[in-house]
């Protein structure tokens, strides 16, 4: 798959090169805060090594896209989605604080939804947010997503039991939006 752009972004898929800033990422406990708990750099290098293998629609791995900015070639973030059925995914994004509240996940989130329901023909997304992450949920909100339910003591981190939101948007809904 190639690049994805935006007015402001280019988002193209995670290579052995974006090691560093992968693992920087996730050991950012401000990022992590509602994602997961520490873990070792082993654990980091399987999921940054699951999500490198050539990717196409219909692929069990997820679409990670680095998202850098387009001027500066600045590492902002990554995002993508996976396809959990034949006819919908989950999309997921995490972004260095320094980039947070610029509308750069926003951004990129458009960018994977026009690539999922048009290059992937998806029915669906849907996305599980830990409640209390507000930041996320506006990402989702601005893009279209609905508020669909929340799982009571659905995720477990730092020993406490949280709350899960789902949404999901529709290919209908944000064609038409």
């Not at 990022?31 to 070792?40: G, K, L, Q």
């Not at 329901?117 to 029915?123: A, D, I, K, M, V």
């Not at 669909?148 to 529709?170: I, K, P, T, V, Y």
Request: hydrophobic share 40%.
């Amino acid at each position: 798959m190639n690049a994805l752009q935006t007015s402001r972004l280019c988002l193209s898929p995670l290579s052995e090169a974006d090691w560093p800033l992968f693992l920087a990422l996730q050991q950012d406990s401000t990022v992590m805060r509602y994602v997961s708990d520490p873990r070792s750099e082993e654990e980091i290098r399987a999921a940054f090594e699951s999500r490198l293998p050539r990717w196409s629609p219909g692929c069990a791995h997820w679409l990670c896209l680095m998202v850098r900015e387009k001027e500066s070639g600045r590492a902002l973030g990554v995002t993508g989605y996976i396809q959990r059925e034949p006819d919908a995914g989950e999309v997921g994004f995490l972004f260095f604080p320094a980039a947070q509240g610029r509308g750069y996940g926003t951004e990129s989130l458009r960018a994977v939804c026009d690539f999922a329901f048009s290059s992937g023909e998806l029915r669906r997304l849907s996305a599980t947010v830990t409640a209390g992450n507000f930041a996320s949920r506006g990402a989702l909100e601005k893009v279209g997503f609905r508020l669909e339910g929340e799982l009571r003591e659905s995720f477990q981190l730092a020993g406490e039991w949280h709350n899960d939101w789902l949404f999901g948007l529709l290919s209908r809904e944000y064609r038409s939006r």
